[in-house]
């Protein structure tokens, strides 16, 4: 349910959250993302369904605690470090950030 909740902060279209990765993949979501955020998918979907959990094996503390950490590294990634770059980055003075996007501009017309 975590992961369906903060696919759209991420900007994903509400829907499956099968969908909202394929969405993000296709936006250039990195790799290493897109697993965290399938294998939270899957064994999350594995762990709701009435049946299918197995306290021996893949639903046990460690695996809990371990997609707790996924998360985290998700989220982490996603939203708080991209948020606590631009805050910084919003510190330099607008001449400088001129200057920096003439740069990146020329930049990009050579490619």
Do not use: C, W
């Not at 349910?1 to 959250?17: D, N, R, S, T, Y």
């Not at 990195?30 to 709701?48: C, F, K, T």
């Not at 950490?69 to 989220?75: H, M, Q, T």
Request: cysteine-free; glycine content about 10%; proline content about 4%.
């Amino acid at each position: 349910m975590a992961v369906e909740k903060i696919l759209p902060l991420f900007g994903a279209k509400k829907g499956k959250i099968n969908d909202m990765i394929g969405e993000l993949v296709g936006k250039g979501l990195s790799h290493r993302i897109q697993m965290a955020l399938d294998s939270l998918r899957v064994i999350g979907n594995e762990a709701v369904h009435p049946g299918k959990i197995d306290l021996d094996g893949i639903d046990g503390k460690e695996t809990a605690v371990a997609l707790f950490g996924v998360l985290n590294f998700v989220v982490e990634k996603m939203l708080t470090e991209p948020r606590e770059i631009e805050d910084i980055y919003s510190l330099l003075p607008d001449s400088t950030k001129k200057g920096i996007d003439e740069r990146d501009n020329k930049a990009l017309t050579k490619q």
